[in-house]
T-cell receptor, first 116, second 111 residues
Framework: GAVVSQHPSRVICKSGTSVKIECRSL??????MFWYRQFPKQSLMLMAT?????????EQGVEKDKFLINHASLTLSTLTVTSAHPEDSSFYIC????????????FGPGTRLTVL | QKEVEQDPGPLSVPEGAIVSLNCTYS??????FMWYRQYSRKGPELLMY????GNKEDGRFTAQVDKSSKYISLFIRDSQPSDSATYLC???????????FGTGTSLTVIP
């Protein structure tokens, strides 16, 4: 149980384009989803927290107009990187939390974004 | 001072060895402690979850929490090459609270 999927697993795009990453909880309803960014050999950096049906809460220093987050249902959240630039290249990971066991987070497999 | 400190390693051990991974923290409000395993280019996988102080065992893995010292450990017995991964500690003050992650310790188990 508690499986989270992400799509795509890998994406390469040109500078200036937008990229959408989907995060789905497959066998549970996720009241809260998180989006993280991870640089090589570094820990997870929380970007934003999203609750179903409400606006995402962004961490300090994360541009909400650049990283658009939508949590339209209890099983789906999307992260759109708008007008991507090479410095946005990174590993993006989502996680989901249930209301029942609200302490732990279950992570997706991650999406490797490369912006040329 | 970071909320959570973790030695990044790398740590290299022979197969069959006992591995000890540790994290220290500064916030005495933390009550929930997790260990995640992350293989290269994959998302973290929840290994162990502990509430408050004490020990928890699951197969070859044992998690220990010492709240008086603000110190948590993960022990891996009879380590296997398949245990080679990065291990992240994480902690939280309570349900609905933010997670704080360590930087991860890279472990290699040599056959």
């Amino acid at each position: 149980g508690a499986v989270v999927s992400q799509h795509p697993s890998r994406v390469i795009c040109k500078s200036g384009t937008s990229v959408k990453i989907e995060c789905r909880s497959l066998d549970f309803q996720a009241t809260t989803m998180f989006w993280y960014r991870q640089f090589p050999k570094q820990s997870l950096m929380l970007m934003a927290t999203s609750n179903e049906g409400s606006k995402a809460t962004y961490e300090q220093g994360v541009e909400k107009d650049k990283f658009l987050i939508n949590h339209a249902s209890l099983t789906l959240s999307t992260l759109t990187v708008t007008s991507a630039h090479p410095e946005d290249s990174s590993f993006y990971i989502c996680s989901a939390r249930t209301a029942f066991l609200a302490v732990t987070q279950y992570f997706g497999p991650g999406t490797r974004l490369t912006v040329l | 001072q970071k909320e959570v400190e973790q030695d990044p390693g790398p740590l290299s051990v022979p197969e069959g060895a006992i591995v000890s991974l540790n994290c220290t923290y500064s916030n005495s409000a933390f009550q929930y402690f997790m260990w995640y395993r992350q293989y290269s280019r994959k998302g973290p996988e929840l290994l162990m979850y502990t509430y408050s102080s004490g020990n928890k065992e699951d197969g070859r893995f044992t998690a220990q929490v010492d709240k008086s010292s603000k110190y948590i450990s993960l022990f891996i017995r009879d380590s296997q090459p398949s245990d080679s991964a990065t291990y992240l500690c994480a902690m939280s003050a309570g349900t609905g609270n933010q997670f704080y992650f360590g930087t991860g310790t890279s472990l290699t188990v040599i056959p």
